[in-house]
Nanobody
Framework: QVQLVESGGGLVQPGGSLRLDCAASGSIFRNRAMAWYRQAPGKQRELVGIIFSGGATTYVDSVKGRFTISRDNAKNMLYLQMNSLKPEDTAVYYC?????????WGKGTLVTVSS
């Protein structure tokens, strides 16, 4: 069974940093794009950024220059480095992957940015 499991969320002060990890069971995403999404309280889930199989990335404007997505295919891991965090970054963050026409979501990890 394919699983995506996020970790690393928590409470951080504005201006702080946090790294989220996503562990994939197996290697089915190794040559596929993967992504991070987030859902803030009372809002729809939104795409944060995508990393393609070759390593190229794209981000939503609100996180450009602050967030970085990376992957370690050998370890079946996806990462989201978040710097200069703002209160509006508070959300549940989800890992996403797709393979053979199926999409997979993790259960999410909560990030709270507050003083």
């Amino acid at each position: 069974q394919v699983q995506l499991v996020e970790s690393g969320g928590g409470l951080v002060q504005p201006g702080g940093s946090l790294r989220l990890d996503c562990a994939a069971s197996g290697s089915i995403f190794r040559n596929r794009a993967m992504a991070w999404y987030r859902q803030a309280p009372g809002k729809q889930r939104e795409l944060v950024g995508i990393i393609f199989s070759g390593g190229a990335t794209t981000y939503v404007d609100s996180v450009k220059g602050r967030f970085t997505i990376s992957r370690d295919n050998a370890k079946n891991m996806l990462y989201l480095q978040m710097n200069s965090l703002k209160p509006e970054d508070t959300a549940v963050y989800y890992c996403w992957g797709s393979s053979d026409g199926m999409t997979y979501w993790g259960k999410g990890t909560l990030v709270t940015v507050s003083s």
